[in-house]
């Protein structure tokens, strides 16, 4: 771990290193000894723990916005089978058949700009 790179932590939790090192990252220190210059590149802060942990966060929360735009797009694509099978829809139908069309391009959109918020609009 020694590249330069601190280890990616999303807990202040103390952990125990393989070799049996005792890290605690709230206190800053290894084996009850203040963290080392060598030691400060190496482990984060709290506050570096704390701005990963929201990136988990985030990146779960986009991952479950996707998953819900997929499986909504199987749906979709049933949906729009049948309405091109209609031989001749009613306004009502093109009415419907346009507000599910503009909820299906929103949520391509949203996929494309990798905008994972929320699904609405979708």
Same mark, same amino acid.
């Given at each position: 771990?020694?590249?330069?790179?601190?280890?990616?932590?999303?807990?202040?939790?103390?952990?125990?290193?393989?070799?049996?090192?005792?890290?605690?990252?709230?206190?800053?220190?290894?084996?009850?000894?203040?963290?080392?210059?060598?030691?400060?590149?190496?482990?984060?802060?709290?506050?570096?723990?704390? #701005?990963? &942990?929201?990136?988990?966060? *985030?990146? $779960?929360? /986009?991952?479950?916005?996707?998953? =819900?735009? @997929?499986?909504? +797009?199987?749906?979709?694509?049933?949906?729009?089978?049948?309405?091109? #099978?209609? &031989?001749?829809?009613?306004? *009502?139908? $093109?009415? /419907?058949?346009?507000?599910?069309? =503009?909820? @299906?391009?929103? +949520?391509?959109?949203?996929?494309?700009?990798?905008?994972?918020?929320?699904?609405?609009?979708?």
């Amino acid at each position: 771990m020694g590249d330069g790179m601190k280890m990616r932590q999303t807990s202040t939790e103390p952990i125990t290193l393989p070799d049996g090192t005792h890290i605690d990252f709230v206190d800053e220190t290894a084996n009850g000894q203040p963290w080392t210059a060598e030691q400060r590149t190496m482990f984060p802060t709290v506050a570096e723990i704390q #701005a990963f &942990a929201l990136q988990d966060q *985030a990146h $779960v929360a /986009a991952l479950n916005v996707a998953s =819900t735009i @997929e499986q909504r +797009a199987a749906t979709a694509l049933a949906a729009n089978d049948a309405f091109l #099978a209609l &031989a001749a829809p009613t306004n *009502a139908q $093109v009415l /419907a058949q346009t507000k599910i069309l =503009t909820k @299906e391009c929103t +949520a391509i959109i949203k996929l494309l700009l990798n905008r994972l918020d929320s699904v609405d609009g979708t």
